[in-house]
């Protein structure tokens, strides 16, 4: 057991002193949000996710299953944190993996798995559910403390951070970048600074600090130069790919195929990778279905014309490119092929042959 200390009486009037001073005068109200209302102003921007200091979406799918879980058993959700801006814009201090994750469901990109109490639920989407309780989901309030627009930035990052106590855990990418430096790593670094690969594959200011835009260039080579030997861990098998390739590839030939594939893609791909005109962001797993089934078709055909891309609005793409298809062999396969088929079914040339 620790001795106690006697504080006399003159540093407890500087430590009081030193309170007062540092004391912040927050002014703020409590407001409630609707789920629906939430994720209607996130998609239009009126609720944002400032980049200065916020983390990248980063919570992984059991994290996401189990808020969505808490959300549908009606328990009891923390409050979050927004503040107020002088362009009447609300920015998401803390809330943001929550936020983002509501989306994702409601878009229809997030399957329920390992649910641990609504094992029923384990394979829905948000369109599976009943509709009654769908609808109450929808209507779920959150309580959400406003900051006033005067509130100055280091308090909301000051509030962030005390927050945001724990750390969270180097990233894959993070980790391979610095454990197999080298000549391999370097060109992948060149392929992501291309204007035409950062046209048509966006990625916010705070994936590239973790370096989403360099995982997904290393998945483009990994995957189509050797998808039928992906296992089920996609991190093992980019790291084998990296140590396998890093000192021994043909860097003119990858540098061809990666170039003829983004040109391809801005070319006959609309919106590129994003799954919208507005989207912000590339999801990987459409990511990976786009660029190597369109590398494989050009590698048949070199000429490659598409009379029609259609297919990219077909349920049968959405099945094959939502979350839930990413860590198995048939569905890399599957989804890969996908486009590969549909590209040279629909080739301008394909009659003269």
Same mark, same amino acid.
């Given at each position: 057991?620790?001795?106690?200390?006697?504080? #006399?009486?003159?540093?407890?009037?500087?430590?009081?002193?030193?309170?007062?001073?540092?004391?912040?005068? *927050?002014?703020?109200?409590?407001?409630?949000?609707?789920?629906?209302?939430?994720?209607?102003?996130?998609?239009? @921007?009126?609720?944002?996710?400032?980049?200065?200091?916020?983390?990248?979406?980063?919570?992984?799918?059991? #994290?996401?299953?189990?808020?969505?879980?808490? $959300? %549908?058993?009606?328990?009891?959700?923390?409050?979050?944190?927004?503040?107020?801006?002088?362009?009447?814009?609300?920015? *998401?201090?803390?809330?943001?993996?929550?936020?983002?994750?509501?989306?994702?469901?409601?878009?229809?990109?997030?399957?329920?798995?390992?649910?641990?109490? %609504?094992?029923?639920?384990?394979?829905?989407?948000?369109?599976?559910?009943?509709?009654?309780?769908?609808?109450?989901?929808?209507?779920?309030?959150?309580? $959400? *403390?406003?900051?006033?627009?005067?509130?100055?930035?280091? *308090?909301?990052?000051?509030?962030?951070?005390?927050?945001?106590?724990?750390?969270?855990?180097?990233?894959?990418?993070?980790?391979?970048?610095?454990?197999?430096?080298?000549?391999?790593?370097?060109?992948?670094?060149?392929?992501?600074?291309?204007?035409?690969?950062?046209?048509?594959?966006?990625?916010?200011?705070?994936?590239?600090?973790?370096?989403?835009? =360099?995982?997904?260039? %290393?998945?483009?080579?990994?995957?189509?130069?050797?998808?039928?030997?992906?296992?089920?861990?996609? #991190?093992?098998?980019?790291?084998?790919?990296?140590?396998?390739?890093?000192?021994?590839? @043909?860097? @003119?030939?990858?540098?061809?195929?990666?170039?003829?594939?983004?040109?391809?893609?801005?070319?006959?791909?609309?919106?590129?990778?994003?799954?919208?005109?507005?989207?912000?962001?590339?999801?990987?797993?459409?990511?990976?279905?786009?660029?190597?089934?369109?590398?494989?078709?050009?590698?048949?055909?070199?000429?490659?014309?598409?009379?029609?891309?259609?297919?990219?609005?077909? #349920?049968?793409?959405? $099945?094959?490119?939502?979350?839930?298809?990413?860590?198995? %062999?048939?569905?890399?396969?599957?989804?890969?092929?996908?486009?590969?088929?549909?590209? =040279?079914?629909?080739?301008?040339?394909?009659?003269?042959?």
């Amino acid at each position: 057991m620790a001795n106690k200390t006697i504080v #006399d009486e003159t540093r407890k009037v500087i430590a009081g002193n030193q309170i007062k001073d540092l004391r912040k005068e *927050i002014n703020y109200d409590t407001r409630d949000y609707a789920i629906d209302f939430l994720v209607q102003q996130y998609r239009e @921007d009126e609720f944002y996710i400032p980049d200065e200091y916020q983390r990248q979406y980063i919570w992984d799918d059991s #994290d996401k299953n189990r808020f969505i879980e808490s $959300i %549908l058993l009606g328990l009891p959700i923390p409050f979050m944190f927004f503040s107020d801006n002088s362009d009447g814009r609300c920015e *998401i201090i803390d809330g943001a993996q929550r936020t983002q994750t509501l989306v994702e469901f409601m878009d229809g990109d997030l399957v329920l798995s390992n649910l641990k109490k %609504l094992t029923k639920l384990n394979g829905f989407f948000y369109a599976d559910l009943p509709e009654y309780h769908r609808r109450k989901f929808n209507k779920t309030t959150f309580k $959400i *403390i406003v900051l006033s627009d005067e509130t100055t930035v280091e *308090i909301r990052q000051e509030i962030f951070n005390r927050i945001n106590t724990t750390g969270k855990k180097a990233t894959p990418t993070e980790i391979r970048r610095g454990s197999y430096a080298g000549p391999f790593m370097e060109f992948l670094k060149e392929c992501i600074d291309n204007p035409i690969f950062i046209k048509v594959c966006p990625v916010s200011e705070t994936a590239k600090k973790r370096y989403e835009d =360099l995982e997904l260039a %290393l998945r483009f080579f990994a995957f189509l130069n050797n998808y039928k030997n992906f296992k089920h861990r996609v #991190d093992e098998f980019l790291d084998q790919y990296v140590e396998d390739t890093q000192k021994n590839f @043909d860097i @003119d030939n990858f540098k061809r195929e990666f170039n003829q594939m983004i040109r391809f893609v801005d070319k006959y791909i609309p919106f590129g990778f994003r799954k919208s005109r507005n989207a912000k962001s590339t999801p990987r797993v459409r990511f990976e279905a786009i660029s190597i089934g369109v590398a494989l078709a050009l590698r048949e055909k070199p000429d490659l014309i598409p009379t029609s891309m259609e297919w990219l609005e077909s #349920d049968d793409f959405k $099945i094959h490119t939502t979350t839930h298809a990413s860590n198995s %062999l048939p569905r890399v396969v599957g989804r890969i092929e996908y486009v590969r088929k549909m590209l =040279l079914e629909g080739d301008e040339n394909a009659s003269d042959n």
